[in-house]
């Protein structure tokens, strides 16, 4: 099990920047791709961003390229979501997963999903 807690969400306006955690415990964290997905109300959950165990590759949807930054740090079991230039259509639940290996954009990769947190983009 790799126990996943997200935090970080809340109210900004467009433009503005936030930053998401996501705790997680159990080991190995390291051994684990992290992925950030999102669901806005009557949509489907998508993926966001993704890191591999290294940190050495990260992935990220074409909306959200040069806004967000994933990245891990692996002492402290927590990986970041850095979302700058913030959209009202960045606005959705976002989740924390990890995974072992596979495609890194589907959610069917991911064994372990948090409770999400919100974030909420006022124009």
């Known amino acids: 099990q790799v126990p996943l807690v997200e935090s970080g969400g809340g109210l900004v306006q467009a433009g503005d920047s936030l930053r998401l955690s996501c705790a997680a415990s159990?080991?190995?964290?390291?051994?684990?791709?992290m992925g950030w997905f999102r669901q806005a109300p009557g949509k489907e959950r998508e993926f966001v961003a993704a890191?591999?165990?290294?940190?050495?590759?990260?992935y990220y949807a074409d909306s959200v390229k040069g806004r967000f930054i994933i990245s891990r740090d692996n002492t402290k079991n927590t990986v970041y979501l850095q979302m700058n230039s913030l959209k009202p259509e960045d606005a959705a639940v976002y989740y924390c997963?990890?995974?072992?290996?596979?495609?890194?954009?589907?959610?069917?990769?991911?064994?372990?999903w948090g409770q999400g947190t919100q974030v909420i983009v006022s124009s």
């Open positions: 997963a990890a995974g072992r290996s596979g495609n890194v954009y589907s959610q069917t990769m991911y064994n372990y």
């Open positions: 159990g080991r190995p964290f390291s051994n684990y791709v």
């Open positions: 890191i591999t165990w290294s940190g050495n590759t990260l």
